[in-house]
């Protein structure tokens, strides 16, 4: 199945677009719609469900728009084990992709009048 999705990252990009899509169903929206309801329960945050749900979607859409280049994105080199400048960048990108969504959501729902202590 490994090397099937090797040979085929745009088909794992969109499996990973349609994991991404249903996993933020439950870690956003139904976090939104208990908060737009003004719900006692069921409003709280996942920092790693979020940022699971976040860094799932940039990945397949990395896998999705540059196919076959994107293991070269995504992985280091054959025969090495060090990231490149390249992967570095995919990576600092998707970490704050992924904080930059996760403290603007938190600050969507605060602003319901719901507080989260940290």
Known sequence: MKEFFRQNPRIAGLLLLIFSGAFSKFTIFDVI??????????????????????????????????GPFSNALLRPPPGTKKLTPLNWAVVLFMITCSFGFYFGFQHYIESFGYSFDQ
């Open 33 to 66: 719609e208990a908060a737009n309801h003004h719900a006692t329960t069921g409003v709280s945050l996942s920092l790693k469900g979020v940022g699971v749900t976040i860094i799932a979607a940039i990945i397949g859409l990395l896998m999705l728009i540059f």
